[in-house]
């Protein structure tokens, strides 16, 4: 197997998950993180890294390895890992539940853990101040901000670029992060030990892939608008999913169902990444929440559907405790809610969870590096797959590779222009 052994490959061979960890270890004079010329969020080179350097970050990147947690006695689910508890659920606060992604879980319980003091206050990405477009990491302390930074982003974040300094700080927080951020923040916790002291809660939400900045500029093309008029935009929330929403500074307002956002011909480059992750169901998160859809048969429908529910999983001990806790205290409702109904609604991860192992082996026939998966189960759930699932995997990667569209402009390009990626 071959891993990545600098940040240049994995940037440039497509594994960068865009955390911002790199620029939280080695400082902004040496790499910050901004829009790449394929629209995601990448470290871009001030200078040359010395050695060290490459090996503090090597330490830490997900792109090089995301190994999962100690399971200890319990066996994982073959596609969804551990789990200690799984519930459906909502916020029990309406405003939670109204404005949120889903059913305002996530969000029900980071306000849960500041209001009760457990914790200083919640790192998590939100709207960015100077763009309505674009996400920042963020400290909320409050559960005014807190709230405000609920829903969905699916466009480029870099929540763990300030991590570090937070860490200095002191301070005693819960994170709120994809998939891959919180795998980096357990890579960290190997070798801080800070980070299991002042980090007690690391949540993730379900996550099928994060699109570039392009996916944001084709909807609001779409819509007839320049991007330099928006003033609002929501991708989901308000409801559940909620419409994907625009308002201009003209005043005009836009919007289209969820559907229309991402099940239409609209253009939507996800990251190469994404494309080969193992764990699209936060296997290292305490809790990971995803969405809890209506079924219509066999397919989880993605109409309206009023107030939102959310399915969510205890990974770890102090997962299934803070559910619990959250629960005793009124801030999350909670429902019975079966493995068998886990496994029919999100089949989309569990196709994606077979389909790594085939997509590996394309990369490594190229000589292309790709990350250590460890206890993700890569090859059990391989395994699984059919074997139109495993050539359709294997072909996919194997062309893609070829034609070197696994890779992506180096750290030291320029970076991303929206009038002329957008399609
Ligand atoms: C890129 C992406 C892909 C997703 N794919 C799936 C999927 O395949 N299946 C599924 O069931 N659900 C998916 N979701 C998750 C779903 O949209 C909800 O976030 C999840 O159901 C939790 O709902 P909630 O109401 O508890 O979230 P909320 O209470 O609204 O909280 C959402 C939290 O996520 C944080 N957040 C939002 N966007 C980002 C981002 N880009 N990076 C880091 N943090 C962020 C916010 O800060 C907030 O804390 C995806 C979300 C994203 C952002």
Redesign the pocket.
């Given at each position: 197997m071959r891993v990545a052994d600098s940040i240049e490959t994995i940037v440039e061979r497509g594994l960068c998950t865009g955390c911002g960890a790199c620029e939280s270890l080695l400082g902004k004079d040496v790499l910050r993180m901004g829009l790449s010329p394929e629209g995601f969020m990448r470290p871009r080179g001030q200078r040359p890294l010395r050695q060290d350097e490459q090996k503090a970050v090597m330490q830490v990147c997900a792109g090089r390895s995301q190994t999962g947690l100690a399971t200890g006695k319990t066996v994982p689910h073959r596609i969804f890992g551990t789990m200690l508890h799984l519930a459906k659920g909502h916020a029990t606060d309406p405003e939670i539940r109204f404005r949120?992604?889903?059913?305002?879980?996530?969000?029900a319980l980071?306000v849960y853990l500041v209001e009760s003091g457990e914790v200083d206050g919640i790192l998590?990405?939100?709207v960015s101040a100077d763009n309505p477009l674009l996400?920042e990491a963020r400290f909320n302390a409050t559960r005014e901000q807190v709230v405000a930074?609920?829903?969905?982003?699916?466009?480029p974040?870099a929540?763990l670029k300030d991590v570090g300094a937070l860490l200095d700080s002191g301070r005693r927080f819960a994170f709120?992060?994809?998939p891959c951020?919180v795998a980096t923040l357990r890579n960290l916790a190997r070798v801080d030990p800070r980070v299991d002291l002042q980090i007690p809660h690391m949540l993730a939400?379900?996550?099928?892939?994060?699109p570039s900045i392009a996916a944001t500029y084709n909807i609001v093309r779409r819509f007839g608008e320049d991007h330099r008029d928006v003033e609002e935009f929501r991708y989901?929330?308000h409801g559940w999913p909620g419409p994907t929403y625009l308002r201009v500074k003209q005043g005009r307002e836009h919007s289209q169902t969820y559907d229309e956002t991402w099940f239409s011909n609209l253009t939507y480059e996800l990251m190469f990444r994404c494309k080969i992750c193992a764990d699209?169901t936060g296997e290292h998160a305490d809790v990971v929440?995803?969405?809890c859809w209506v079924m219509e048969g066999d397919r989880p429908s993605h109409r309206e559907a009023g107030d939102?529910w959310?399915m969510h999983i205890a990974r770890t001990e102090r997962g299934r405790q803070l559910i619990e806790d959250a629960v005793v205290a009124g801030y999350i409702h909670e429902e019975a809610f079966s493995v068998a109904e886990l496994e029919a609604m999100?089949d989309?991860?569990g196709a994606k969870k077979r389909s790594v192992l085939w997509r590996l082996a394309g990369l490594a026939l190229t000589g292309q590096p790709y990350p250590d998966y460890g206890a993700l189960r890569v090859v059990q759930s391989g395994l699984a797959a059919s074997w139109r699932e495993r050539w359709t995997a294997f072909r996919g990667t194997l062309a893609r590779s070829l034609k070197r569209r696994n890779r992506e402009s180096p750290i030291t390009s320029g970076t991303f222009v929206a009038d002329t990626k957008t399609s």
């Open positions: 949120s992604a889903t059913g305002g879980v996530l969000t980071a998590q990405v939100g996400n930074s609920s829903g969905s982003r699916y466009g974040s929540p709120i992060g994809k951020d939400m379900v996550c099928g892939g994060n989901r929330g699209g929440a995803g969405d939102g959310n999100h989309d991860h």
